[in-house]
């Protein structure tokens, strides 16, 4: 672990990926499949309730849409990989299928870098 | 390997409300005819209830956090429409920003996706 | 030249009617000067001055939304109570303006006290139930728990009914419910809170073990239908089964769910034992059955130590005193309703400052919210009372000693009966279905319970089917309540069947729906529903000329139980059926348009 820069915190020019997913562990899969096969830990999965667009287009003026609960993936991710990431998660996660949810690719962003203590066994 | 539909020119709607009032900020959406997807979740907020003395006890402090894609054409008939509708003029009601996105990606019907490409080549 | 614009420019020109002001020039706080100077913030640095108009339209919205919530759950019943008497009874509503003055004084009532309990005292349960398993060993977090529910039970609303209720019981006729509802009246509650505590003590020690809450259930059920066996063997005793098994129902309500449920929750999330999805039941279940025991245990210690004539006697003399002197103010509405209003939260408040202060070591945060809420409480429980006694207890008494006259002789009335037997008592038994299905409906408890009973079973069982199952059990639960003053059943042969009845049932459903059928039961009757149901009962018992106008709250609250469960066993079925069906018939048809509803 690096210690604390003496001018503060180092910003490095990042971009965050959300995901809306259904509740049935999509979620779990990408962020495991996002720590494993791309070496990525800053993300996180929150419950959230959801209306879609399709479900939103459907009802009727003046009601809406029942909600679902939904999951929302939020990943931090360097500048220059963002756009790879994207496909990536659009893949993984599955979200071309029909309910499958939605990505976002934020605007530009800066963040600071985040390690994890090493050897540590993994929760099972 | 399929091809990812990228929808551009669209932004993320973020409004923080009082408790209960997160129904009434799809609701002025909706009214100004925008058909959007929406997250929404609970959170608890800082800020005015404790600025406002004893009169903050009036400020509830569970807030509504809702989130909305909306096309950047539609965007600032949205904002308006939240606006007024939740009467964010009021002390202490809460507050709404809207975020730039690349793009997004969800699964889109077949049905749309006719219609968008008919909709491309007439205009061309 | 046509000059083209994008329609989006267009809309973003209509959209005028704004100013931009760069959130660089917002001074909400102190300046650059002093954030330059390094000066720390402080709360008054950072407070906001707000104009008179400003200030009102803070408050408008703040009032009139807290208005509405008891506005809604009150007026309905109310009208509902006050139309069928015009219409069907063809009876004048009596004292219109004062029941309309103590009405609108429940409302605001209930509107202050609820806020007050949000910000003056929800406050201390979460620091509380967050802080104390962490800085205290389980015998002291208990003993907290236990006393925690001794002193939410004497500051529950609808426990001011009970005691209201007893002003109108003959003496003669029952000496024993006489002396608990009026001597004893304070060991009464107390023992119900004793009992309160001991459910949340046995509740909370069941999250941390993740026990089965069958076993609880059956284990607490059986000596209390026992007692309740042998109560209904002594003529005197088995005039206060009803009595026993309605404090089951009052106990149960607005004050001691959230409290008692936030103190359980944080002992449990401080083990680690949280993030059950049941954790949070349960507590409501022996919080209603406890109380039904102490209460048959402290009649039996009533039963040892005075004999009814003594009993008679005392109210005799008591009587007497009382015509010949003029009572002291505190005896008088409305002093009386203001003292019992202080003497119902102070307890409480001390007791919670007690905890935080010595046990904890914690300082008290944002101490005037606290007090204002406290000081809100307090408010409103006193107007609640004098609503009380004006309105809901009037009411439902007026109510209840109304609706025999549709099928009986009352004297005083003219012309009743006003129907046939058979008509009348048709309509008198719909009165009171339709009185408990509306009452449920309106409950918000239950609207919260419903949320919790689709996320559990993953929109399996609808928040729709769950209002809808106990509003029906509760509507068969005081019709039956009602037939039982009619004719005047004894009580053991109603309770019996139907909680062994409920007991078949929990033997056969699944954890979940056991758990949500006992606590629905609970959660159904609010501060309105309670003392408008027990005013109608002992109303009617008079009418009637029923001993005790006891028993219709407890038949409420089997009633949801049964319901629910055979609810959730026929919900069962039908999966299982489906389940058979989709395994012979291997296309899934209506899949896919399930999915595209998803996004």
């Known amino acids: 672990m690096s210690t604390l820069p003496e001018n503060g915190p180092v910003l490095q020019a990042s971009r965050m990926l959300t995901c809306v997913l259904p509740d049935d562990g999509t979620d779990k899969e990408l962020l495991r499949s996002l720590r494993s096969e791309k070496g990525i830990i800053r993300a996180s999965s929150a419950s959230c309730l959801g209306s879609a667009i399709l479900a939103d287009a459907r ?14 993936v939020k990943v931090v991710v360097a500048e220059e990989e963002a756009e790879a990431l994207f496909e990536y998660m659009y893949e993984k996660a599955r979200i071309g299928r029909p309910g499958g949810g939605v990505i976002l690719l934020g605007a530009p962003i800066h963040s600071t870098a985040y390690a994890l203590p090493e050897g540590v066994p993994d929760e099972k | 390997m399929t091809e990812i539909t990228y929808l551009t020119d669209v932004s993320l709607l973020t409004c923080v409300v009082q ?8 609701k002025a959406a909706r009214d100004v005819g925008a058909i959007t997807g929406a997250i929404g979740y609970d959170a608890r907020g800082y800020g005015a209830r404790e600025r406002l003395g004893l009169l903050g006890v009036a400020v509830e402090a569970e807030k509504d956090v809702i989130s909305i894609l909306v096309s950047t054409d539609q965007q600032d008939a949205v904002f308006d429409s939240i606006y007024r509708a939740c009467k964010l003029d009021v002390p202490g009601r809460g507050y709404m920003y809207l975020t730039p996105l690349d793009k997004v990606a969800s699964y889109i019907p077949e049905s749309v996706m006719a219609r968008m490409q008919k909709s491309r080549t007439e205009d061309g | 030249m046509a000059v083209k614009y994008r329609f989006g420019e267009y809309q973003r020109g209509l959209a005028a009617g704004h100013r931009e002001v760069s959130f660089n020039d917002l001074r909400l706080g102190p300046g650059p000067e002093s954030i330059r100077e390094g000066k720390p913030l402080t709360r008054e640095s950072l407070r906001v001055k707000l104009t008179g108009m400003e200030i009102i339209r803070l408050l408008q919205p703040y009032a009139h939304v807290r208005f509405m919530e008891q506005f809604r759950a009150v007026v309905p019943l109310a009208l509902y109570l006050a139309l069928f008497q015009i219409l069907f009874l063809q009876q004048v509503v009596e004292n219109s303006w004062v ?7 429940v409302i605001v009532g209930l509107m202050f006290f609820m806020e007050g309990l949000k910000q003056g005292l929800m406050p201390f349960g979460t620091v509380i139930g967050n802080k104390l398993p962490q800085k205290s060993t389980l015998p002291v977090v208990l003993l907290v728990t236990l006393l925690l529910g001794i002193g939410v039970t004497f500051a529950e609303p609808a426990i001011g009914a009970l005691k209201a209720a007893g002003q109108n019981v003959s003496v003669e006729r029952a000496p024993y419910l006489y002396a608990l509802l009026n001597h004893w009246s304070e060991s009464l509650v107390l023992v ?10 046995i509740g909370t020690l069941r999250f941390l073990y993740g026990w089965s809450l069958k076993p609880l259930i059956y284990m607490s059920l059986l000596p209390v239908l026992a007692l309740t066996v042998y109560g209904a063997f002594d003529t005197e005793m088995s005039k206060v089964l009803g009595l026993a098994w309605d404090c089951g129902a009052v106990t149960t309500g607005p004050v001691t769910v959230p409290l008692v449920l936030s103190l359980g ?3 449990a999330s401080a083990a680690g034992k949280g993030d059950s999805e049941l954790s949070g039941f349960g507590i409501v279940t022996l919080a209603s059955l406890f109380p039904i025991m102490g209460v048959l245990l402290l009649t039996i210690y009533v039963s040892y130590t005075v004999t009814p004539a003594e009993i008679i006697e005392i109210a005799r003399q008591a009587a007497a005193a009382e015509s010949a002197m003029e009572p002291a103010w505190y005896e008088r509405t409305p002093g009386q309703e203001i003292v019992m209003g202080i003497r119902a939260i102070l307890p409480l408040v001390l007791f919670l400052f007690l905890v935080l202060l010595v046990v904890l070591r914690e300082k008290l945060r944002n101490a005037g919210e606290i007090f204002y809420g406290i000081s809100l409480a307090i408010i409103g429980m006193c107007i609640f009372n004098l609503g009380l006694t004006y309105g809901l207890s009037k009411l439902g008494g007026t109510a209840g000693a109304l609706v025999p006259t549709a099928f009986m002789e009352v004297p005083g009335i003219p012309d009743s009966p006003i129907y046939f037997y058979a008509v009348g008592l048709v309509l008198s038994l719909a009165f009171a279905w339709f009185l408990g299905y509306g009452a449920t409906m309106a409950e918000p408890a239950l609207n919260a319970l419903g949320v919790t009973a689709e996320n559990l079973t993953n929109g399996v069982f609808k928040k729709k089917t769950l209002v809808g199952a106990v509003s029906v059990g509760v509507g068969f639960g005081i019709a039956i309540g009602l037939a039982k003053l009619i004719f005047d059943l004894p009580l053991v042969w109603l309770i019996l069947p139907g909680y062994l009845l409920a007991l078949v049932l929990t033997f056969f459903s699944s954890e979940e729906f056991v758990n ?3 606590d629905s039961a609970g959660v159904t009757t609010g501060p309105i529903t309670v003392p408008l149901v027990l005013a109608m009962g002992l109303g009617f018992g008079n009418a009637t000329h029923a001993v005790e106008g006891f028993g219709i709250l407890c038949m409420a609250s089997v009633g949801p139980i049964i319901t629910v469960m055979i609810t959730g066993l026929w919900a069962r079925h039908v999966a299982r059926r489906q389940a058979e069906a989709a395994a012979s018939e291997p296309v899934p048809a209506s899949h896919e348009q399930e999915a595209e509803a998803l996004l």
Do not use: E, H, K, N
């Open chain 1, 59 to 72: 009802t009727r003026p003046g009601r809406l849409p029942q909600p679902y609960l939904v999951r929302m």
């Open chain 2, 19 to 26: 408790q209960g009032y997160g129904d009434a900020v799809l």
């Open chain 3, 99 to 105: 029941i309309t003055a103590g009405l609108f004084a």
């Open chain 3, 192 to 201: 119900v809170g004793v009992s309160v505590g001991l459910a949340a003590v």
């Open chain 3, 265 to 267: 929750i944080g002992i």
């Open chain 3, 516 to 518: 949500m059928a006992w």
